[in-house]
């Protein structure tokens, strides 16, 4: 099986729980195991943060929510799992006891992975029973947004174990990578400590603050890192000769005593405060829930621009979330016209604090996207879907007009609606009202027309029998319905 059908998390801090909320909203039943008296607080905490995540990352739609059950042992959470984390504190001896349970109390074919952030597998499969199922499975916090799972095998994790787990992780929304040899710290958290390593030399040498040091990541070469990585940004920099060319040129600095890589600083007391002292200074009054929801929201937006690069297939983890986005669409169930003598229910939105001006109210541009991910879901209902458009075949938008009737603002829960309007075997009309849920106020109009083209011959045709045969009870149901008391108008008619 390529999906996970029951997940288990022993350990629910901010990996575990984090890890818990990417398997419910995926749509997986999830146990978690953790014996702090805090876990169930600590993990409602990041579930609401991970839905509202979500909520501004995507508006595929997401399968219904897994249920999550809180165990009181590690027998009873990875019952019946076939995917089993474990994101306990980062000490070998309470891992490996922690792995042993849970191999010896879980299904023998259940995937069992560690979210240890450098500790080698060998080391924690030693006891156990079934160690070639066993293998890290190390993310990046928040594991609900980062996408990214590195899988390492120990001596005795099968190959067939890490590719099985690289396929199950793609169905919600993950990429996982398999790292060829097991080393301490794997491969990102080398790259973290090298960074790490030589920002603290620079704060203790004064040559700057930690908020210049952030600064300096943020504001240059971290934007280059989100898209392209580390060789593909320097690359580019090599010009039209690539990569040799900027080996040659800038390989002889390596030997140059630009770094303290190999010195380890001393975080004494005096550094620990002089650090401390700084970051708080840097983040003011802003607690720790705060900036996890800055961090997140500014992620969503990071990855949304990623998803529109490359001509819309997307850069990145934008690439995945487009990939993503297509299974959500690919699985979910199909919509139902319902009453067809009744406008159609379409799709549900809820403004999004990325979706608000300077006056908190809704920008202009999201009521048509409102509007245009509507007329998506008129298309998927009517059969012309993503694989539709893959055969040659698509609607395009060639006219619309908008009205915008009232302010909708952070947090408001919207709807819309459709009425077919007249249309033919090339021509596809309809009538759309964006309702706000509190009242049901209609709070913007938009009158929509598209045409029927084929992508190979670059003109208008007729659509497939098989969309006009979905298309014509609800034309000939919604003929009957009076007709919009818009319809028909022009930019600055009176009304």
């Given at each position: 099986?390529?999906?996970?059908?029951?997940?288990?998390?022993?350990?629910?801090?901010?990996?575990?729980?984090?890890?818990?909320?990417?398997?419910?909203?995926?749509?997986?039943?999830?146990?978690?195991?953790?014996?702090?008296?805090?876990?169930?607080?600590?993990?409602?905490?990041?579930?609401?943060?991970?839905?509202?995540?979500?909520?501004?990352?995507?508006?595929?739609?997401?399968?219904?929510?897994?249920?999550?059950?809180?165990?009181?042992?590690?027998?009873?959470?990875?019952?019946?799992?076939?995917?089993?984390?474990?994101?306990?504190?980062?000490?070998?001896?309470?891992?490996?006891?922690?792995?042993?349970?849970?191999?010896?109390?879980?299904?023998?074919?259940?995937?069992?992975?560690?979210?240890?952030?450098?500790?080698?597998?060998?080391?924690?499969?030693?006891?156990?029973?079934?160690?070639?199922?066993?293998?890290?499975?190390?993310?990046?916090?928040?594991?609900?947004?980062l996408p990214l799972a590195e899988l390492v095998g120990g001596?005795?994790?099968?190959?067939?174990?890490?590719?099985?787990?690289?396929?199950?992780?793609?169905?919600?929304?993950?990429?996982?990578?398999?790292?060829?040899?097991?080393?301490?710290?794997?491969?990102?958290?080398?790259?973290?400590?090298?960074?790490?390593?030589?920002?603290?030399?620079?704060?203790?040498?004064?040559?700057?603050?930690?908020?210049?040091?952030?600064?300096?990541?943020?504001?240059?070469?971290?934007?280059?890192?989100?898209?392209?990585?580390?060789?593909?940004?320097?690359?580019?920099?090599?010009?039209?000769?690539?990569?040799?060319?900027?080996?040659?040129?800038?390989?002889?600095?390596?030997?140059?005593?630009?770094?303290?890589?190999?010195?380890?600083?001393?975080?004494?007391?005096?550094?620990?405060?002089?650090?401390?002292?700084?970051?708080?200074?840097?983040?003011?009054?802003?607690?720790?829930?705060?900036?996890?929801?800055?961090?997140?929201?500014?992620?969503?937006?990071?990855?949304?621009?990623?998803?529109?690069?490359?001509?819309?297939?997307?850069?990145?983890?934008?690439?995945?979330?487009?990939e993503f986005e297509d299974h959500l669409w690919k699985t979910?169930?199909?919509?139902?016209?319902?009453?067809?003598?009744?406008?159609?229910?379409?799709?549900?939105?809820?403004?999004?604090?990325?979706?608000?001006?300077?006056?908190?109210?809704?920008?202009?541009?999201?009521?048509?996207?409102?509007?245009?991910?509507?007329?998506?879901?008129?298309?998927?209902?009517?059969?012309?879907?993503?694989?539709?458009?893959?055969?040659?075949?698509?609607?395009?938008?060639?006219?619309?007009?908008?009205?915008?009737?009232?302010?909708?603002?952070?947090?408001?829960?919207?709807?819309?609606?459709?009425?077919?309007?007249?249309?033919?075997?090339?021509?596809?009309?309809?009538?759309?009202?964006?309702?706000?849920?509190?009242?049901?106020?209609?709070?913007?109009?938009?009158?929509?027309?598209?045409?029927?083209?084929?992508?190979?011959?670059?003109?208008?045709?007729?659509?497939?029998?098989?969309?006009?045969?979905?298309?014509?009870?609800?034309?000939?149901?919604?003929?009957?319905?009076?007709?919009?008391?818009?319809?028909?108008?022009?930019?600055?008619?009176?009304?």
């Amino acid at each position: 099986m390529t999906r996970i059908n029951k997940a288990a998390c022993i350990g629910g801090g901010v990996i575990g729980g984090a890890w818990a909320a990417r398997f419910i909203l995926a749509g997986i039943d999830t146990k978690v195991f953790d014996p702090h008296p805090d876990a169930e607080r600590i993990i409602g905490e990041v579930m609401a943060n991970a839905e509202r995540a979500y909520g501004m990352l995507t508006m595929a739609p997401l399968p219904p929510k897994g249920k999550l059950t809180f165990a009181t042992s590690i027998e009873e959470a990875v019952k019946g799992a076939d995917w089993i984390q474990e994101s306990v504190p980062e000490r070998p001896d309470l891992k490996r006891s922690v792995l042993t349970q849970i191999d010896a109390a879980a299904d023998s074919k259940a995937l069992i992975g560690s979210s240890t952030s450098g500790i080698l597998p060998t080391d924690l499969q030693r006891d156990m029973k079934h160690p070639e199922r066993m293998f890290v499975a190390h993310p990046y916090n928040p594991v609900y947004l980062l996408p990214l799972a590195e899988l390492v095998g120990g001596e005795r994790t099968s190959r067939a174990t890490l590719e099985e787990a690289r396929a199950k992780l793609a169905p919600i929304g993950m990429k996982g990578v398999i790292i060829n040899r097991e080393i301490e710290a794997f491969v990102g958290d080398r790259l973290l400590e090298a960074l790490w390593r030589e920002a603290l030399w620079l704060i203790k040498d004064d040559i700057c603050d930690t908020e210049t040091l952030d600064d300096v990541i943020r504001y240059s070469f971290g934007m280059r890192w989100a898209q392209m990585g580390l060789f593909e940004t320097y690359r580019i920099a090599g010009g039209e000769a690539g990569m040799s060319h900027f080996l040659a040129q800038f390989g002889p600095c390596l030997s140059w005593p630009w770094t303290k890589l190999t010195d380890v600083v001393d975080l004494n007391d005096e550094l620990v405060d002089k650090i401390a002292g700084q970051s708080d200074r840097q983040s003011g009054a802003r607690g720790i829930r705060e900036l996890e929801r800055i961090r997140d929201q500014n992620l969503v937006s990071i990855m949304q621009a990623l998803k529109a690069g490359d001509e819309g297939r997307g850069w990145g983890a934008g690439k995945l979330l487009a990939e993503f986005e297509d299974h959500l669409w690919k699985t979910a169930p199909p919509q139902a016209a319902g009453d067809a003598a009744q406008p159609i229910r379409l799709a549900e939105f809820k403004v999004q604090p990325s979706w608000v001006d300077y006056n908190g109210h809704m920008t202009e541009y999201r009521y048509s996207q409102c509007f245009a991910d509507s007329a998506d879901a008129l298309l998927r209902m009517i059969g012309a879907d993503m694989q539709y458009v893959a055969e040659g075949h698509s609607y395009y938008t060639v006219e619309n007009h908008l009205r915008l009737l009232d302010e909708c603002k952070l947090g408001d829960g919207l709807y819309v609606t459709a009425q077919l309007l007249p249309s033919d075997d090339k021509k596809l009309h309809s009538f759309l009202w964006l309702h706000r849920i509190s009242d049901d106020r209609i709070v913007a109009t938009c009158e929509h027309l598209m045409l029927h083209v084929s992508s190979q011959k670059g003109k208008a045709v007729p659509a497939l029998a098989q969309i006009q045969a979905r298309l014509e009870p609800l034309l000939a149901a919604h003929a009957l319905l009076d007709k919009p008391e818009a319809m028909g108008r022009h930019v600055g008619q009176k009304r």
